[in-house]
């Protein structure tokens, strides 16, 4: 599988691909906000994308989020977030988020999640779930 995994830090991007590094069978790629723009239309395709919600700079996760599902929207997107506002989790189901972890959350989960998002599973962290309940 191509991975793309999308975070202005470049220390968290090396933990996330050191996480879901499985020696042989994914290739991975990784972008930063000044790299992703010029680079998404062009030769990535990823399979599965990791973005972080608040990647700062000019383009903002959801801004990101649309242009890859307008792009290839058979891509698997997580969502990394710190926090989510009712809005941006919306409207990023409306464009077919198909996982939400905190950033803080532990390997093992991230590679659960990884495996679910894998096989067409939708993931939602339980505190995200919580969270959500809590605004409605």
């Known amino acids: 599988m191509k991975i793309l995994v999308v975070d202005d830090d ?27 723009e010029l680079n998404l239309l062009g030769n990535m395709n990823p399979d599965v994308a990791i973005i972080d919600l608040n990647i700062g700079g000019n383009l903002h996760g959801i801004s990101l989020l649309k242009k890859m599902k307008d792009y290839k929207p058979e891509t698997k997107i997580i969502l990394l977030v ?11 189901e409306e464009l077919g988020v198909d996982g939400y972890i905190f950033k ?33």
């Open 10 to 36: 470049a220390k968290e991007r090396e933990n996330i691909i050191s996480i879901l590094d499985d020696r042989d069978k994914n290739t991975f790629m990784e972008a930063d906000t000044k790299s992703i």
């Open 82 to 92: 710190s926090e989510l506002m009712p809005e941006e989790f919306y409207i990023s």
């Open 104 to 136: 803080d959350i532990e390997a093992n989960d991230i590679r659960y999640v990884y495996n679910l998002i894998k096989v067409s599973e939708k993931f939602k962290q339980p505190l995200i779930i919580g969270y959500m309940q809590k605004m409605n």
